[in-house]
């Protein structure tokens, strides 16, 4: 059974191929990481799979369904969310205003709309900055803003772009608790992760990017091992703690 | 102010009902036309400014070619008495329905375009409509449109020559019906979509909200609503022409009027009428002839230090003072 | 930078006030003061950049639209203010007459305001091209953070850009006294052809600018010929809308 299939996505930007005949596939409820170093192409598969940017060559399938042509605002009620690593938040609206556009996907009730958000806040933690405008919130509490606002869409499948990127490394723990507490709410999570000790707890596969192209899928016990991955990644940047 | 308890919600509800009130008794109070020609002017741009707020004040579409819909309306009306002796008020409605169609058409394209450039290509669709209906003989060309006087005064015929009190009512019950317009898209669903676009329209397209479709509504009612009072200066002022009712500079003074106050507020729109269309009328009286622009040297004056200092306007200023 | 100078056309007029008060003052003659506009202007410009364009930078787009379009409408106004509605013009200019290139007459004010503004397109491109601190000047348009971590003081950048875009209309505003009448709203026309110029070719590139310039003044002589003089701009508008609707990033624009 397969919730989400990319097959052989390609994308070039001029003379540059951003990504190069990438395929993997994520079961419902399943944690992917995808890793890869700088440039390796891991936005550019998120802005594909969701629609922002079209592909050269290659789909994608929901539950079977070619979502290759939709534009993101259909992906998106199709059920899949994401966040994205230059945090986006609507800085004049509230934490609760934000969260409140991803709860009226559902409703159209703003009432209702407005309850759900409450508890989408509260589930990561914000909700005593459910009235603070977002451009008053630091950056942990945007990261927290932006998987609650996702949230509010009920996604089958969320995306997350580097939710450690970028903050202290004091609010990592309480992070990765909070990817896994969504991640026990029943969606798949794809997790583009730059900190390989985090991808490494959370992720029940991995797939390492390399340039553009695919060169590992597996357990992460697996990917340790990968002869490529050493060579590419974690040779360089990651040392065993 | 620091309102006690109880005494707070009071307020809130009995300030609006007694302003109303003022409203509604002020043409008994003053009988003078001028007075009353001036709450007028203020009740057409403050629903004007208004209704452009919907557009680029909520839903972030910096429109700088409103004149449009509002030519569309005063032509549209117009031409129905001449050409099927239609009462203006089912010209109005007809107008309405033009300038939605009509703002269909022109989001097409400019809809793709953000910030900057799409304040550029409204500008070119409106030049576009104004050389078109100048060049439109039927139309009047650029001689522009009479409207046919009829006496004695009749409510079917939109055209009151005995006292400006039911211009005055109608224009009143025009702005009254874009505030409620207003307050009706804040409270709503579209509201808070219009809102997300504003501020980050692939983030509100990544939250699932049909970005294209939003825009498209947002400029369908703005458009109406601006219509409806293009429709009702040709039934006050009884002349048309594209230099009047189609230029650029109306486009601009009714954006001039919603930044001033406020944009992206309910009451924005209305307070900066309340501030510029008596210091324009003001200006003129007392020095008379507009042909000096003192009005809008100080206009521009203005927009720039609201631009700089206090991009919320009138209304955020008062904002900021109630907080500290 | 991403922001549009919607005072622009007023610039140009107040170009135009200065080669016109050149004139009547002192006698100088547009081809001789053109230098000063181009002075005065660069003053202008950069001082509007340090008044009011470096406050609403990080502001709301609506700020960044309007600060400019205050300025437009209040220059626009103290122009009219000052000195009244009338058309000037600059009779006697020192270049009179046609002359006749291969056949093809042209007036010799139009033909010495062509030959000016491509030296100026030239030069502009070679500055921003070749020289360091153009450069800077593109590096700072494309990425301020990057560019300040370059160590390019990007505040005197975009200043200089600011100087440097108003300077350009200075050249232009004097040039055009030559031939055209003098007044308050002068601009508007005018600005409003450079901007759908300038997002024809594509934002940010000197020579797209150039080929645009070249399309746009084509279509409008066509127009003018074969549909009707009055609708020249309107059928000029009419393409951009039409180029909009299939590259909303201009002809050659890269985004």
Same mark, same amino acid.
Not at chain 3, 92 to 97: D, F, N, T, V
Not at chain 3, 157 to 165: E, V
């Given at each position: 059974?397969?919730?989400?299939?990319?097959?052989?996505?390609?994308?070039?930007?001029?003379?540059?191929?951003?990504?190069?005949?990438?395929?993997?596939?994520?079961?419902?409820?399943?944690?992917?990481?995808?890793?890869?170093?700088?440039?390796?192409?891991?936005?550019? %598969?998120?802005?594909?799979?969701?629609?922002?940017?079209?592909?050269?060559?290659?789909?994608?399938?929901?539950?079977?369904?070619?979502?290759?042509?939709?534009?993101?605002?259909?992906?998106?009620?199709?059920?899949?969310?994401?966040?994205?690593?230059? %945090?986006?938040?609507?800085?004049?609206?509230?934490?609760?205003?934000?969260?409140?556009?991803?709860?009226?996907?559902?409703?159209?009730?703003?009432?209702?709309?407005?309850?759900?958000?409450?508890?989408?806040?509260?589930?990561?933690?914000?909700?005593?900055?459910? *009235?603070? *405008?977002?451009?008053?919130?630091?950056?942990?509490?945007?990261?927290?803003?932006?998987?609650?606002?996702?949230?509010?869409?009920?996604?089958?499948?969320?995306?997350?772009?580097?939710?450690?990127?970028?903050?202290?490394?004091?609010?990592?723990?309480? %992070?990765?608790?909070?990817?896994?507490?969504? *991640?026990?709410?029943?969606?798949?999570?794809?997790?583009?992760?730059?900190?390989?000790?985090?991808?490494?707890?959370?992720?029940?596969?991995?797939?390492?990017?390399?340039?553009?192209?695919?060169?590992?899928?597996?357990?992460?016990?697996?990917?340790?091992?990968?002869?490529?991955?050493?060579?590419?990644?974690?040779?360089?940047?990651?040392?065993?703690? | 102010?620091?309102?006690?308890?109880?005494?707070?919600?009071?307020?809130?509800?009995?300030?609006?009902?007694?302003?109303?009130?003022?409203?509604?008794?002020?043409?008994?109070?003053?009988?003078?036309?001028?007075?009353?020609?001036?709450?007028?002017?203020?009740?057409?741009?403050?629903?004007?400014?208004?209704?452009?707020?919907?557009?680029?004040?909520?839903?972030?579409?910096?429109?700088?070619?409103?004149?449009?819909?509002?030519?569309?309306?005063?032509?549209?009306?117009?031409?129905?008495?001449?050409?099927?002796?239609?009462?203006?008020?089912?010209?109005?409605?007809?107008?309405?329905?033009?300038?939605?169609?009509?703002?269909?058409?022109?989001?097409?394209?400019?809809?793709?375009?953000?910030?900057?450039?799409?304040?550029?290509?409204?500008?070119?669709?409106?030049?576009?409509?104004?050389?078109?209906?100048?060049?439109?003989?039927?139309?009047?060309?650029?001689?522009?449109?009479?409207?046919?006087?009829?006496?004695?005064?009749?409510?079917?015929?939109?055209?009151?020559?005995?006292?400006?009190?039911?211009?005055?009512?109608?224009?009143?019950?025009?702005?009254?019906?874009?505030?409620?317009?207003?307050?009706?898209?804040?409270?709503?669903?579209?509201?808070?979509?219009?809102?997300?676009?504003?501020?980050?329209?692939?983030?509100?397209?990544?939250?699932?909200?049909?970005?294209?479709?939003?825009?498209?509504?947002?400029?369908?009612?703005?458009?109406?609503?601006?219509?409806?009072?293009?429709?009702?200066?040709?039934?006050?002022?009884?002349?048309?022409?594209?230099?009047?009712?189609?230029?650029?500079?109306?486009?601009?003074?009714?954006?001039?009027?919603?930044?001033?106050?406020?944009?992206?507020?309910?009451?924005?729109?209305?307070?900066?009428?309340?501030?510029?269309?008596?210091?324009?009328?003001?200006?003129?009286?007392?020095?008379?002839?507009?042909?000096?622009?003192?009005?809008?040297?100080?206009?521009?004056?203005?927009?720039?230090?609201?631009?700089?200092?206090?991009?919320?306007?009138?209304?955020?200023?008062?904002?900021?003072?109630?907080?500290? | 930078?991403?922001?549009?100078?919607?005072?622009?056309?007023?610039?140009?007029?107040?170009?135009?006030?200065?080669?016109?008060?050149?004139?009547?003052?002192?006698?100088?003659?547009?081809?001789?003061?053109?230098?000063?506009?181009?002075? @005065?202007?660069?003053?202008?410009?950069?001082?509007?950049?340090?008044?009011?364009?470096?406050?609403?930078?990080?502001?709301?787009?609506?700020?960044?639209?309007?600060?400019?379009?205050?300025?437009?409408?209040?220059?626009?106004?103290?122009?009219?203010?000052?000195?009244?509605?009338?058309?000037?013009? @600059?009779?006697?200019?020192?270049?009179?007459?046609?002359?006749?290139?291969?056949?093809?007459?042209?007036?010799?004010?139009? /033909?010495?305001?062509?030959?000016?503004?491509?030296?100026?397109?030239?030069?502009?491109?070679?500055?921003?091209?070749?020289?360091?601190?153009?450069?800077?000047? #593109?590096?700072?348009? #494309?990425?301020? #953070?990057?560019?300040?971590?370059?160590?390019?003081?990007?505040?005197?950048?975009?200043?200089?850009?600011?100087?440097?875009?108003?300077?350009?209309?200075? @050249?232009?505003?004097?040039?055009?006294?030559?031939?055209?009448?003098?007044?308050?709203?002068?601009?508007?026309?005018?600005? /409003?052809?450079?901007?759908?110029?300038?997002?024809?070719?594509?934002?940010?590139?000197?020579?797209?600018?150039?080929?645009?310039?070249?399309?746009?003044?084509?279509?409008?002589? /066509?127009?003018?010929?074969?549909?009707?003089?009055?609708?020249?701009?309107? @059928?000029?508008?009419?393409?951009?809308?039409?180029?909009?609707?299939?590259?909303?990033?201009? /002809?050659?624009?890269?985004?």
């Amino acid at each position: 059974m397969t919730l989400l299939a990319v097959a052989g996505l390609t994308k070039r930007f001029g003379g540059i191929v951003a990504n190069r005949d990438i395929s993997f596939e994520v079961r419902p409820g399943e944690l992917v990481g995808v890793i890869g170093p700088n440039g390796a192409g891991k936005s550019t %598969l998120f802005d594909l799979i969701t629609g922002v940017t079209r592909p050269d060559d290659g789909r994608v399938t929901l539950d079977g369904r070619d979502i290759t042509a939709l534009r993101p605002d259909q992906i998106s009620r199709l059920g899949v969310a994401r966040t994205f690593q230059k %945090l986006r938040p609507f800085h004049q609206m509230t934490a609760l205003e934000n969260v409140m556009i991803g709860a009226l996907q559902s409703t159209a009730d703003v009432g209702a709309a407005r309850r759900a958000a409450e508890e989408a806040l509260a589930s990561v933690g914000l909700a005593e900055r459910a *009235h603070a *405008h977002a451009r008053a919130l630091s950056t942990g509490q945007r990261k927290r803003l932006e998987l609650a606002r996702a949230l509010a869409t009920r996604p089958r499948l969320l995306l997350l772009d580097e939710v450690t990127g970028g903050v202290d490394q004091g609010a990592i723990p309480g %992070l990765i608790r909070l990817v896994r507490d969504l *991640h026990a709410r029943g969606p798949a999570l794809v997790v583009i992760e730059h900190n390989m000790q985090v991808i490494m707890e959370l992720a029940q596969r991995i797939v390492a990017l390399q340039l553009g192209e695919v060169i590992a899928d597996g357990q992460p016990a697996e990917i340790l091992r990968h002869p490529r991955v050493i060579d590419a990644y974690l040779g360089e940047s990651w040392r065993p703690a | 102010m620091a309102a006690a308890g109880p005494l707070r919600p009071f307020l809130a509800r009995a300030v609006p009902l007694l302003l109303l009130g003022a409203v509604a008794a002020f043409p008994l109070v003053f009988t003078k036309p001028f007075p009353r020609h001036l709450m007028i002017m203020i009740f057409l741009y403050g629903a004007l400014a208004t209704a452009w707020n919907i557009l680029a004040g909520y839903c972030g579409q910096i429109s700088l070619g409103h004149a449009v819909f509002f030519g569309i309306g005063a032509y549209t009306s117009t031409l129905l008495i001449r050409e099927a002796a239609l009462s203006p008020w089912l010209g109005m409605l007809a107008g309405a329905a033009i300038a939605v169609v009509g703002s269909q058409l022109i989001g097409y394209p400019v809809f793709r375009l953000r910030g900057h450039y799409f304040a550029i290509a409204t500008i070119a669709v409106g030049e576009i409509i104004q050389a078109l209906v100048i060049n439109w003989d039927w139309a009047g060309g650029a001689r522009g449109l009479f409207v046919p006087i009829k006496r004695p005064d009749s409510f079917v015929n939109f055209q009151f020559h005995e006292s400006k009190a039911v211009y005055y009512f109608i224009a009143l019950g025009l702005l009254l019906l874009a505030l409620g317009v207003t307050r009706w898209i804040e409270g709503s669903r579209r509201g808070y979509f219009f809102r997300a676009i504003r501020e980050d329209q692939e983030a509100a397209a990544s939250l699932g909200v049909h970005v294209a479709r939003e825009k498209h509504w947002a400029i369908a009612v703005s458009a109406a609503l601006t219509a409806l009072g293009g429709t009702f200066y040709a039934q006050y002022v009884f002349f048309i022409d594209p230099e009047s009712v189609f230029p650029l500079s109306l486009s601009i003074l009714i954006c001039l009027v919603a930044v001033l106050g406020g944009v992206g507020t309910l009451w924005g729109p209305l307070v900066g009428a309340a501030v510029l269309v008596p210091l324009s009328e003001g200006t003129r009286v007392w020095l008379g002839g507009g042909g000096k622009a003192l009005d809008l040297l100080i206009y521009g004056a203005l927009i720039v230090l609201i631009a700089v200092f206090q991009p919320g306007g009138l209304v955020g200023l008062a904002g900021r003072f109630r907080r500290t | 930078m991403e922001i549009v100078n919607f005072a622009h056309g007023e610039f140009l007029m107040l170009a135009m006030y200065v080669a016109f008060f050149a004139w009547l003052l002192a006698r100088l003659d547009p081809v001789v003061s053109f230098p000063l506009a181009a002075l @005065v202007l660069a003053g202008l410009g950069w001082a509007t950049y340090h008044g009011i364009i470096r406050w609403v930078l990080g502001g709301p787009m609506l700020a960044q639209i309007f600060a400019t379009f205050g300025l437009a409408v209040f220059l626009r106004s103290a122009a009219q203010f000052l000195w009244g509605v009338d058309f000037r013009v @600059v009779s006697a200019p020192l270049l009179g007459g046609r002359a006749s290139l291969g056949g093809v007459f042209v007036g010799l004010p139009q /033909l010495t305001a062509s030959v000016a503004a491509l030296g100026a397109f030239v030069a502009l491109h070679l500055f921003l091209a070749r020289s360091e601190t153009g450069l800077a000047l #593109q590096a700072t348009a #494309q990425d301020r #953070q990057a560019a300040a971590l370059m160590g390019i003081d990007t505040e005197r950048m975009f200043a200089l850009g600011w100087a440097i875009g108003a300077g350009c209309v200075g @050249v232009a505003g004097a040039l055009l006294t030559m031939f055209f009448y003098v007044f308050p709203d002068v601009g508007a026309a005018f600005a /409003l052809l450079a901007y759908v110029t300038v997002a024809l070719g594509g934002f940010g590139n000197v020579p797209a600018t150039l080929l645009a310039g070249v399309i746009v003044g084509l279509v409008e002589a /066509l127009a003018g010929l074969l549909i009707a003089p009055a609708l020249k701009y309107a @059928v000029v508008f009419l393409l951009y809308l039409g180029v909009v609707l299939w590259r909303p990033q201009g /002809l050659f624009g890269r985004f």
